[in-house]
């Protein structure tokens, strides 16, 4: 009875081996294949020394695929914690939020991020460092940006909000 044993789990092996992967569903090797993408670059920037401080980056977003991007802004505004004060790249849609019909004059800026289907969208509000006035000061409404800042997170009338703080606009 062990012979029989030992020879289906050899056969099981074998038909493993020569083809579960090309059983895979395509959604399942492209999630494989993003997911593979993504660990190299974040080896590679580890093993890659910063050549200026000032432009380290902890977290950039531009170099991932937009359903990894997506996932992790998402991951941002659930566990802003663990972002606080991080160095953030990313690149998306350049949005203006107006409140109070801009008597005030009280707007925030935003770089919005779509998912791969396009159906939802996360988003970073940022902060540019210097003195700037709208519109002049920044690009067309919902054009590409690329925008780099500080990751932080405040509180204001009791709710808690997140931002890249000293931003900058890349080109």
């Known amino acids: ?24 569903p395509a959604a399942t090797a492209t999630a494989v294949a993003e997911t593979e993408t ?18 380290r980056v902890d977290v950039d977003l531009t170099r991932l695929s937009s359903t990894m991007v997506y996932g992790e802004v998402f991951n941002m ?3 802003p914690e663990s972002y606080e004060g991080k160095s953030v790249r990313m690149k998306g849609l350049f ?5 109070d019909g801009s008597r005030t004059g009280e707007r925030t800026y935003a ?38 800042g500080r990751f932080h997170q405040y509180e204001k009338d009791g709710l808690t909000y997140t931002e890249l703080v000293d931003g900058v606009l890349e080109e």
């Open 95 to 99: 949005y203006v939020y107006e409140y």
């Open 77 to 79: 505004l659930i566990d």
């Open 38 to 55: 993504a660990n190299a670059v974040l080896v590679a920037k580890r093993k890659a020394p910063a050549a200026d401080t000032k432009e």
């Open 111 to 148: 770089c919005v991020i779509q998912d791969a289907t396009a159906c939802c969208a996360q988003g970073l509000a940022f902060t540019l460092s210097g003195k700037h006035s709208y519109p002049q000061d920044y690009p067309e409404l919902y054009s590409t940006i690329t925008v780099r």
């Open 1 to 24: 009875m062990l012979p029989n044993i030992a020879v289906i789990s050899l056969s099981c092996l074998i038909c493993l081996a020569a083809g579960f992967s090309a059983c895979k």
